[in-house]
């Protein structure tokens, strides 16, 4: 014979030669040499060491045992305590009753939305997170949520989580913000035959998500071209000169007539103009000599324009000397002045005019 002790919170199940026999609680027992006490933890799972359905054959022992059974496509939560603890797979599983509270909550992973009420918190354990998919929707964009690549609804920002199961789940997303697109480089041929290169912009929304990712396959390309073949057929309107002096009503007109189009696309075009006119190396040469015979003929309309009203101020002065001794001798005065800044002596002989002294002294000079 020998002494088993079955402290309190264990429990013992006797086996004889390998046979189950029985089950015993807290106490002290006396057992045959071929018997042997298998001690269980009741804060624990039951880990079975011989046949479920052997043991369940003991009442009393299946009295004590809470089985709880898992389906496939399900999941359940255990809670010990008011605490969360695990999640159970497919499968069956028993806990010791009444030494633990424990409570077990069962949801349904065939459906793709999470409708039990689980706390978010959990959302984060790593128990429970592997079995969720998570998609994150920022504040400015919009998606579309497809499972089985079927168009279901539109989601705002946000996060959102699924079961993960056999059926796939997508979403396509959209910036909803203004947003701006480039034409950059853009080579055309005007009216006249100049090859210019164009940088164009335009901004633009997305107003309707789902003609936009739905019914069109990469939207954002397809503007693009509009844009393109629009900046094309108006530029190739207008000679040079006529396309320098019209930037801002070609691009008036471009985004006019894009606008025509892309209600279909689900965005609409808010503003757009032309960047910069760049022009070719030949063409920026001739443009060059253009600009430098402009202005070499405007600074000569200047410069005679200046001596015209020399030549009459000139005019207006003698007249006003013909008639004026005195002025004729300030005016002579103010000859010797200018003459006398540059040259150190002067010697004038004679009683004539002065003027006139100075003007036979300069002939004989010559």
Known sequence: MKKVRINAGKVGLVFKNGDYQKVITQGTYWLFFNQNVIVYDLRGEFKEAV??????????????????????????????????????????????????????????????????????????????????????????????????????????????????????????????????????????LTKDKANVRINFYTQYKVIDIEKALLKNKDYEKQLYILMQLALRTYVGGYTLDELLEKKENIAVAV?????????QLGVQVINSGIRDVILTGDMKEIMNQVLIAQKKAQANIITR?????????????????????????????????????????????GNGNMVQELTKIFSVNK
């Open 51 to 188: 046949a479920i359905e052997v043991l369940l054959k003991d009442t009393v022992l299946a009295e004590m045992l809470e089985v709880v059974e898992v389906k496939d496509n399900e999941l359940v939560l255990v809670y010990e305590n008011n605490n969360f603890k695990k999640v159970l797979e497919a499968g069956k599983y028993f806990y010791w009753k009444g030494f633990v509270n424990r409570a077990f909550k069962k949801v349904d992973r065939s459906k793709i939305y999470i409708t039990e009420n689980i706390d978010k918190a959990l959302f984060s354990n790593y128990e429970l997170s592997k079995y969720i998919r998570i998609f994150e929707v920022t504040t400015y964009e919009k998606s579309l949520l497809l499972v089985d690549d079927v168009y279901t609804k539109t989601l705002t920002g946000g996060t959102y989580r699924f079961w993960k199961n056999d059926t796939t789940i997508k979403i396509a997303k959209t910036d909803m913000r203004q947003l701006q697109l480039e034409i950059t480089g853009q080579e055309l």
């Open 255 to 263: 985004l006019e007539e894009v606008s025509k189009n892309t209600d």
């Open 305 to 349: 324009r200046e001596e015209t009203a020399s030549t009459r101020s000139l005019l207006n002065t003698a007249k006003l000397m013909e008639d004026n001794e005195m002025l004729f001798k300030l005016k002579e005065m103010e000859y010797v002045e200018k003459i006398a800044d540059k040259i150190g002596e002067i010697s004038l002989t």
